[in-house]
């Protein structure tokens, strides 16, 4: 779907410019597009590295352990396949706990330790697992308590009160994460009766 | 609340007699490999993300669904909810552009802030979270991600109609 996705815009991008007779637009976008990424990439090494050293230190400090401990029965529910001693949980439980607070920094390099651990556990290599997409149905959902860049920019553009919204986005994001966590489990019930369906 | 983490663990774990600096070290170079590892990915989304915006193909998209949804969903946010799961900074840019033009206390305002605080760019972390195990089967999860953008959106303009009153 991805796939999908990625020829969709590149396709209607290539169009769109034709049509409005301004081709060299897209030469322009990709060569921009590609530096970008780079970019995004590179800027990520700084924030990678230091949060993963700094949790490796947790680690090793026992403070995931702690942490799991806390949060075990609801992740449990939520990844019934990860068994509960796998370090791969520790790692859903922190990529979550640093969510919750709004240390997307954080959250994005443990998130990505957790899909390592779940790849080991995952029997084919190269089609997500159950748990994989639940982790990524909760954090496409971001669960966020406090949006500290948005307040920033609030306080940036004039706003009297920039923290107003925190009020709100726990609303919204308590409604979005619910919504993530039932279509996981609804696709993944479809796929398993279409499946059964094939097999008839 | 970051510092006081950072100072805190290492503190932690030096009272439990954790080599700290060799610790931070070896776990500091996994996230070398894993920036190195993502950037195949990130070039390629973030080409035909470009594409898609210079080309004015985004402006007209937005302009057909604005036709559809005026009334129920304020039409000055609309492209924001279409580019803020493919691209972040994207729809942060839009965000910006909105507190600046309508004013950082007015209705429109705060709810491009609800949304950009209450939703993730989910392409990229499909994108990122996926690529960097080499899993290329992605299943239902886009479907997923896209789905509760949506009803994150929606959510987002109900919160704040509930927080703030009716917009206006």
């Known amino acids: 779907m991805v796939s999908a996705l990625w020829l969709g815009l590149l396709i209607s991008g290539f169009v769109a410019a034709a049509f409005q007779g301004k081709i060299d637009i897209v030469t322009q976008s990709m060569l921009k597009g590609a530096e970008e990424g780079v970019a995004v990439a590179l800027g990520l090494i700084s924030i990678l590295v230091l949060w993963l050293g700094v949790m490796r230190v947790a680690e090793e400090a026992g403070l995931i352990a702690a942490l799991a401990r806390l949060l075990r029965p609801l992740a449990g529910w939520l990844f019934p396949s990860v068994p509960a001693d796998h370090p791969a949980m520790g790692s859903i439980l922190s990529n979550m706990s640093a969510n919750i607070l709004g240390l997307g920094n954080a959250a994005t390099p443990l998130g990505l330790k957790a899909m390592r651990q779940l790849q080991e556990l995952n029997p084919d290599k190269e089609q997500a697992s159950d748990a994989m997409c639940t982790l990524l149905a909760l954090n496409t959902a971001s669960l966020t308590l406090l949006p500290t860049t948005v307040i920033a920019l609030r306080m940036q553009y004039g706003a009297t009160s920039p923290t107003d919204i925190v009020a709100p986005t726990i609303l919204a994001t308590a409604v979005g994460t619910a919504a993530a966590i039932f279509l996981d489990r609804y696709y993944r019930r479809r796929e398993a009766r279409g499946r059964r369906g094939a097999k008839k | ?168």
């Open chain 2, 1 to 168: 609340m970051l510092p006081t983490f950072f100072v805190g663990t290492v503190l932690w774990a030096a009272l439990r007699r954790v080599p700290v600096y060799e610790t931070f070290v070896t776990g500091a170079k996994d996230g070398f490999e894993t920036a190195v590892r993502i950037i195949p990915h990130l070039v390629g989304m973030m080409v035909a993300i470009r594409v898609f915006r210079d080309s004015g193909a985004l402006e007209w998209i937005t302009g057909l669904v604005a036709q559809w949804i005026s009334g129920i969903f304020p039409a000055e946010v609309l492209p924001m909810v279409l580019l803020r799961p493919i691209s972040g900074t994207g729809s942060l840019t839009y965000m910006i552009d909105v507190l600046r033009t309508h004013g950082g206390d007015s209705w429109v305002g705060r709810l491009a802030s609800t949304i950009q605080g209450s939703t993730d760019t989910t392409l990229y972390v499909i994108t990122v979270y996926f690529g960097s195990v080499g899993i290329r089967k992605v299943r239902y999860a886009l479907k997923v991600g896209l789905l509760s953008d949506l009803v994150s959106a929606a959510a987002s303009a109900v919160a704040v109609w509930l927080v703030f009153g009716p917009p206006g």
